[in-house]
């Protein structure tokens, strides 16, 4: 039996163990009877979020399911703990649902870290013309964490135009009294194009892909785990604190940093004007 099947096995005798039917666990997770059933048929896997879902309404760690080897002893396997999001939408519809997961758990350090370090291969329009509900969403989730003083938030982009300055800056007087927010930037204009991490409290991993058009992604991955989010952490680190490139500290916990403001201004215009 592969480990779909018996992940739906295990999941149908939880559901009967607390007397549920099919409807009601559905209710529970938010999705149609029709679903769970296939689930628990092994037709159809569940979501990542979705199994965290259960796992919440459960009290069990679903990621682990108990299993018997030939010679009859019991022993746990672990199922995958990575799912793609292969649109934009998708990607961007993953992160409100994680980060309100996290505000939830008492025990786990609430944290941001994300790097916006898109490259620049060509013309960029600074934001979508038409905002889709997906992209505002992240932006909503993203925007209460910074302001929310239970939320440490750290993010590094890469501004290589007035463009994208401005738009920066926009966002930035928005959230200058955050003092759990730190925002720092580097200005490479040659950059190659890069994954965008993003790690959310300490278990959970983004990588996002660039959209070229704009300063977007246009996919992810998403990694479950401690270790995932332990690396993660680990590289954003590198990029937070790296020497071979001048880091522009536009906000610190103390505020915003109007000389360092100037600095990345004169650099991009200086730039430009090479051109």
Same mark, same amino acid.
């Given at each position: 039996m592969n480990i779909q099947k018996r992940l739906g096995r295990q999941i149908r005798e939880l559901r009967k163990e607390r007397g549920w039917t099919q409807e009601?666990?559905?209710? =529970?997770?938010?999705?149609?009877? +029709? $679903?769970? #059933? @296939? &689930?628990e048929n092994g037709v159809a896997h569940p979501s990542m979020e979705l199994i965290f879902k259960m796992g919440e309404i459960f009290e069990r760690d679903l990621r682990f399911i108990e299993s018997r080897s030939p010679e009859g002893e019991m022993f746990s396997e672990q199922i995958p703990c990575a799912q793609f999001y292969p649109t934009r939408e998708a990607a961007y519809s993953a992160v409100p649902p994680i980060?309100?997961?996290? *505000?939830?758990?008492e025990q786990e350090e609430k944290y941001i870290l994300h790097a916006a370090l898109h490259g620049h291969t060509g013309r960029r329009i600074p934001k979508p013309f038409q905002l889709d509900p997906a992209l505002k969403a992240f932006d909503d989730a993203m925007h209460k964490c910074i302001v929310s003083?239970?939320?440490?938030v750290r993010e590094i982009f890469n501004i290589t135009n007035e463009e994208r300055l401005e738009m920066v800056l926009e966002h930035l007087e928005e959230t200058k009294d955050s003092e759990n927010y730190e925002l720092r930037a580097v200005s490479l204009p040659d950059a190659p194009s890069? %994954? #965008?991490? =993003?790690? &959310? /409290?300490s278990k959970d991993f983004l990588i996002g892909w660039e959209e070229l058009r704009y300063f977007r992604i246009?996919? +992810?991955? $998403? =990694? $479950?785990?401690?270790?995932? +989010? @332990? !690396? /993660?952490?680990?590289? %954003?680190d590198a990029l937070w604190l790296r020497e071979d490139q001048h880091i522009f500290v536009l @906000? *610190?916990? +103390?505020? !915003?940093? =109007?000389e360092e403001i100037d600095k990345l201004h004169q650099k991009i215009r200086e730039k430009e004007n090479k051109v």
């Open positions: 009601e666990l559905g209710e =529970l997770c938010g999705v149609k009877r +029709a $679903h769970i #059933s @296939k &689930i980060i309100e997961r996290v *505000s939830t758990r003083p239970e939320w440490q890069l %994954f #965008s991490p =993003l790690v &959310i /409290g246009r996919c +992810a991955i $998403h =990694l $479950h785990g401690e270790d995932f +989010a @332990k !690396m /993660g952490s680990e590289y %954003f @906000k *610190s916990e +103390a505020g !915003m940093n =109007l």
